[in-house]
T-cell receptor, first 116, second 116 residues
Framework: AQSVTQLDSQVPVFEEAPVELRCNYSSSVSVYLFWYVQYPNQGLQLLLKYLSGSTLVESINGFEAEFNKSQTSFHLRKPSVHISDTAEYFCAVIEELSNTGNQFYFGTGTSLTVIP | DGGITQSPKYLFRKEGQNVTLSCEQNLNHDAMYWYRQDPGQGLRLIYYSQIVNDFQKGDIAEGYSVSREKKESFPLTVTSAQKNPTAFYLC???????????????FGPGTRLTVL
């Protein structure tokens, strides 16, 4: 089975500083990768995704993530964070040829806290 | 407005009672999912359904039951057999692109269940 590792459970960072949230997955087969954001007591919202093509994907609010097949990683970065970025971030993976249909594998989440 | 609705937002029940959580989507999505979220544990899959009248157990199905009588609806029943039901429950749906993998999952706002 697939596993997704988010090494940092909590990441505090000062406002306007850069941040990187790490995500590694275990599969050696082709995968599709996602980052979701969750604000308190809300559902998850898609932040960005990698399905194919350019390995660098960007979101509309300044986040970006790079798919690195050799390192099986999909780290999320932002060059300058805002207070409003404080939230829980989840990395997710789906295998391209999964025989379980559409089963997503989620990491345990990283809590990003932006300090004024 | 298309989306996924979950009701109620907050639910309180006495120990030993069954309770049903509602999930409705008007996105015309084929697949629907139920996740349980506990602090520090990320999302764990309870059940999923890829088509009407069919569903599969996820990683933590014990003590839960579901039905999929309509494409739009996927209710989850938390039975008295579930030993620790207090948690945040998230419903999601997704659609398969023609010739491709399933696309990202769309999440509802969640239901916080507290068993007293």
């Amino acid at each position: 089975a697939q596993s997704v590792t988010q090494l940092d459970s909590q990441v505090p960072v000062f406002e306007e500083a850069p941040v990187e949230l790490r995500c590694n997955y275990s599969s050696s087969v082709s995968v599709y990768l996602f980052w979701y954001v969750q604000y308190p007591n809300q559902g998850l919202q898609l932040l960005l995704k990698y399905l194919s093509g350019s390995t660098l994907v960007e979101s509309i609010n300044g986040f970006e993530a790079e798919f690195n097949k050799s390192q099986t990683s999909f780290h999320l970065r932002k060059p300058s964070v805002h207070i409003s970025d404080t939230a829980e971030y989840f990395c997710a993976v789906i295998e391209e040829l999964s025989n379980t249909g559409n089963q997503f594998y989620f990491g345990t989440g990283t809590s990003l806290t932006v300090i004024p | 407005d298309g989306g996924i609705t979950q009701s109620p937002k907050y639910l309180f029940r006495k120990e030993g009672q069954n309770v049903t959580l509602s999930c409705e989507q008007n996105l015309n999505h084929d697949a629907m999912y139920w996740y349980r979220q506990d602090p520090g544990q990320g999302l764990r899959l309870i059940y999923y359904s890829q088509i009407v009248n069919d569903f599969q157990k996820g990683d933590i199905a014990e003590g839960y039951s579901v039905s999929r009588e309509k494409k739009e609806s996927f209710p989850l029943t938390v039975t008295s057999a579930q030993k620790n039901p207090t948690a945040f429950y998230l419903c999601a749906s997704s659609i398969r692109l023609a010739g491709g993998p399933y696309n990202e999952q769309f999440f509802g706002p969640g239901t916080r269940l507290t068993v007293l």
